[in-house]
């Protein structure tokens, strides 16, 4: 069965200081991969995707992720964190459906 | 300009009674989807309808009874409340089956 692994529950880093949260996820053909993100009492809201193409995706807020087919991974990675960054962070897999990984939750520090 | 848009964002009912969230979309999207999120901030989908049709159905209770008047809106209507159905409720959008979803602002629901 597909699913998506956040290993991270929590995550803390100071502000400025490089980011990365992990993801994993079990699917056997090429999947869709989407991290989202949701500020406290927000919905979500898409940060960035792959479909195909270039490994390296970039999207809002700064952030970027890379898809690395031979770990089943799709890593978020921020170089610099802002204390608005704050949130939860989702990873999730389309197949036919969209499937959730189980979050992380990410605290920044002055 | 809000491309989701669900009523109401809160809400809170005893056990027993009968409530609806609704959902609107201006995206011209043909898929649109319920997910529930549970106070462990996982989120799961409920429902899925493509075109006015039911396509996903994740063995949701059928107190809970998603309706779709036409391709903008996704109504859920859910009888007969109870204390586990207290979470936020995302209404959400795509284009279309795998595709970019984007998601409403949530509808948070306690059942006391």
């Known amino acids: 069965a597909q699913s998506v692994t956040q290993p991270d529950i929590h995550i803390t880093v100071s502000e400025g200081a490089s980011l990365e949260l992990r993801c994993n996820y079990s699917y056997g053909a090429t999947p869709y991969l989407f991290w989202y993100v949701q500020s406290p009492g927000q919905g979500l809201q898409l940060l960035l995707k792959y479909f195909s193409g270039d490994t390296l995706v970039q999207g809002i807020k700064g952030f970027e992720a890379e898809f690395k087919r031979s770990q089943s991974s799709f890593n978020l990675r921020k170089p610099s964190v802002h204390w608005s960054d704050a949130a939860e962070y989702f990873c999730?897999?389309?197949?036919?459906?969209?499937?959730f990984g189980t979050g992380t939750r990410l605290q920044v520090f002055p | 300009d809000t491309a989701v848009s669900q009523t109401p964002k809160y809400l809170v009912t005893q056990m027993g009674n009968d409530k609806s969230i609704k959902c609107e979309q201006n995206?011209?999207?043909?898929?649109m989807y319920w997910y529930k999120q549970d106070s462990k901030k996982f989120l799961k989908i409920m429902f899925s309808?493509?075109?006015?049709?039911?396509?996903i159905n994740e063995t949701v209770p059928n107190r809970f009874s998603p309706k779709s008047p036409d391709k903008a809106h996704l109504n859920l209507h859910i009888n007969s409340l109870e204390l586990g159905d207290s979470a936020v409720y995302f209404c959400?959008?795509?284009?279309?089956?795998?595709?970019?979803?984007?998601f409403g602002e949530g509808s948070w629901l306690t059942v006391v």
């Open positions: 309808y493509n075109n006015k049709e039911l396509i």
């Open positions: 999730a897999v389309d197949t036919d459906k969209l499937i």
């Open positions: 959400a959008s795509s284009q279309e089956l795998r595709n970019t979803i984007y």
């Open positions: 995206l011209g999207h043909d898929t």
